[in-house]
């Protein structure tokens, strides 16, 4: 086993080669979430509250201009306005991807490629206090189905964590440990970043510490890459939960989970819209990513703005059948932290982004543009707004209009409650639909509860938000706990789950 600390040197053996591609450009500072919000957006974010509270206070003295009430009125119209638009986003997305095409390999052409012409592969495995289920991925990584000398998989371990790497047994080729520094920021994509600066593989690929991925997924990865133009530099493998019948929230994880990476993800890709990565189980090229400057460390969804970033470039990224298994979230607590972390990082994604909107939309185009907005912007809105509008709709079932009707005029009441009643009835059918695509058919009836799964969402985006606008947790990473679930039952139904999806995939239309 290869030990090797953040300087490069070596425990047991010769310093690392240096990545086939050179060194590592950095992260573009304007495209980086070190800064929460640039000077134009600190600019924006207090010129429109102080021009509202003008308005309001010449309306108090004159009597001139909109009254309070119809600045509430406006943004309840906006709010309503950004639910609709995101409603139909997501429905179409899904509506369409039935017939989305997905690269998919037979045995026959795997095995037709031989060994020596498959290119070098760097699997980069960031870990942190993960003891417990190191031994299941240790074997699962040893199994990948790729020859060993053209195999370098790293294992990414901070410096400080006795507990995993005291778990570490004795490991030979393709193995090799990175420690990490123990220096701010203490974030995911600042390992991964390190461990590609040490990369050899032409092609790399992250994996986290409870995944388990198909013995074949790297090969069909390089077949992959080797039969897609070079503007292609990332395929994305399918990430499926293993135990989607521990309980009621994993039965809703692994539903959105389902519709997100069997549904809506593989609708994006037959757009052509960008793509925000899955956490695990994206492969690179590994020159493009050492271009676009690798991860960024700062931000805390580095996967969904990598995808963004991907697409600035007009470069694309694909969907590739092919699956990883996870351990889904089975403890509530465990479940808003990993939540707000996801939450809390789309919206750096998105400030750092939108930065220069004209500069991002010359570089997308309207239509990705406005993708990216219903993607990443529109879906946390929507999120934060939730409670204030079931307030809203409790205090009318309670006492009727006379309480709301001054911000509820009839337009944007009747809107309103079209968009409540069809979106929730739509959001439904979506989750039942990625059920019924991954062969989940045990959890299609729990999706009538799914809007609770919501309220928690809420939850955890307020987590989220309050988390950003302090200086202390800004970049702070929410550890999430692996190895909760040890149910061999659990896992034998996510084979059945999966062997049924297969199977309707490979029947003919």
């Not at 639910?83 to 899904?94: A, G, H």
């Not at 509530?332 to 994604?349: A, C, E, M, P, V």
């Amino acid at each position: 086993m290869t030990l090797t600390d953040a300087t490069g040197g070596a425990a047991d053996t010769a310093v690392l080669d240096a990545p086939p591609w050179g060194p590592v450009a950095p992260v573009d500072e304007e495209l980086s979430a070190r800064r929460t919000i640039s000077r134009g957006q600190a600019a924006v974010a207090v010129a429109l509250p102080s021009a509202v509270a003008a308005a309001l206070a010449a309306h108090a003295l004159t009597g001139a201009g909109p009254s309070p009430v119809r600045w509430v009125q406006a943004a309840v119209w906006a709010v309503t306005g950004a639910y609709l638009l995101s409603l139909v986003f997501r429905t179409v997305m899904v509506a369409t991807a039935w017939t989305a095409p997905v690269i998919r390999f037979g045995e026959d052409e795997l095995r037709a490629v031989r060994d020596e012409d498959l290119p070098p592969y760097t699997v980069l495995v960031p870990l942190y206090r993960e003891a417990r289920v190191l031994p299941v991925l240790l074997d699962r990584l040893g199994r990948l189905d790729y020859p060993a000398d053209r195999l370098q998989i790293l294992l990414l371990i901070e410096e400080d964590d006795a507990e995993t790497r005291a778990a570490l047994p004795a490991l030979d080729a393709p193995f090799e440990v990175v420690l990490i520094p123990p220096s701010p920021p203490r974030t995911k994509p600042k390992a991964c970043d390190i461990g590609l600066a040490r990369a050899r593989g032409e092609l790399v690929v992250i994996y986290d510490a409870e995944d388990r991925p198909d013995r074949d997924q790297l090969r069909k990865a390089a077949l992959a890459f080797a039969s897609l133009p070079d503007r292609t530099v990332c395929v994305q493998a399918e990430l499926q939960y293993w135990n989607p019948w521990t309980n009621w929230l994993t039965r809703c994880f692994a539903a959105e989970y389902a519709t997100n990476f069997s549904l809506w993800l593989r609708s994006l890709d037959r757009h052509r819209l960008a793509i925000p990565l899955g956490g695990t189980s994206n492969h690179f090229r590994g020159d493009a990513l050492a271009a676009l400057g690798g991860w960024d460390p700062y931000n805390v969804t580095e996967d969904a703005d990598l995808g963004i970033r991907i697409a600035r470039r007009g470069w694309e990224v694909r969907m590739m059948d092919s699956v990883t298994e996870e351990e889904a979230n089975s403890r509530l607590g465990n479940w808003i932290r990993q939540r707000s972390r996801w939450i809390k990082g789309y919206i750096q994604t998105w400030l750092v982004h939108t930065r220069h909107p004209l500069l991002l939309w010359r570089q997308l185009g309207t239509r990705r543009t406005l993708a990216f907005h219903l993607t990443m912007g529109f879906p946390t809105l929507t999120t934060l707004a939730n409670p204030f509008f079931w307030t809203l709709t409790a205090l009318y079932l309670c006492t009727g209009t006379r309480h709301v009707q001054a911000v509820f005029p009839p337009p944007v009441l009747y809107c309103g409650v079209v968009t409540m009643v069809a979106g929730n009835l739509l959001m439904v059918y979506c989750a039942m639909a990625g059920c019924l695509e991954r062969g989940l058919f045990r959890a299609v009836r729990v999706m009538v509860t799914i809007p609770l799964y919501w309220a928690l969402m809420s939850v955890a985006a307020y987590k989220a938000l309050f988390q950003l606008v302090r200086p202390s947790r800004r970049h702070f990473w929410e550890l999430t706990d692996h190895g909760l679930v040890e149910n061999a039952a659990d896992a034998a139904d996510a084979a059945e789950s999966v062997d049924a999806a297969a199977a309707r995939e490979r029947a003919p239309a």
